[in-house]
């Protein structure tokens, strides 16, 4: 037996979720280009700096963060490369892998965009469940409490 169609409040709840997603979307498309870099390096940047553990991601783990084929991220890195926002270096377990590393220059550019994308993330607080939102707004809460600003 099939489930029923969506209630006319939930097609209004789904547009409304896609409609706010969308808006952080083109921020970050808009905000990023202002910075010299498209929103998919600016993602690249963002995983590599962000992945669990560590400073730096395979080529084949950016593939898996950035749902992408291993040669589109390949061509991305490169494109990165060529803006001095990263390099290459072969695994050093397995020989095989590459790994992507930030350069000074990838560390400034992502930390000033990350903070853009967190503050306008917060914005939405009341849209999106935020999974780790308190990790957020940790540094948000104790500068206000110690009268300290956000750099």
């Not at 395979?58 to 990263?86: M, P, Y």
Request: with cysteine; glycine share 8%.
């Amino acid at each position: 037996m099939s489930k029923p169609a969506p209630s006319k409040r939930e097609f209004e709840t789904l547009s409304h979720f896609r409609y706010q997603l969308r808006r952080f979307l083109r921020f970050s498309e808009e905000v990023t280009l202002k910075y010299g870099v498209t929103h998919l390096q600016y993602l690249l940047l963002l995983h590599i700096k962000g992945y669990p553990g560590r400073e730096w991601a395979t080529i084949g783990e950016l593939a898996e963060r950035l749902q992408s084929h291993h040669h589109g991220v390949v061509s991305l890195a490169s494109r990165c490369e060529k803006l001095g926002l990263v390099y290459r270096e072969k695994g050093k377990l397995d020989r095989r892998e590459v790994e992507v590393h930030l350069t000074p220059a990838g560390e400034n550019i992502v930390a000033e965009l990350a903070r853009l994308h967190r503050d306008e993330l917060l914005k939405l607080q009341g849209i999106f469940q935020v999974p780790g939102v308190k990790e957020l707004t940790k540094d948000v809460d104790s500068d206000e409490t110690s009268g300290g600003t956000m750099g």
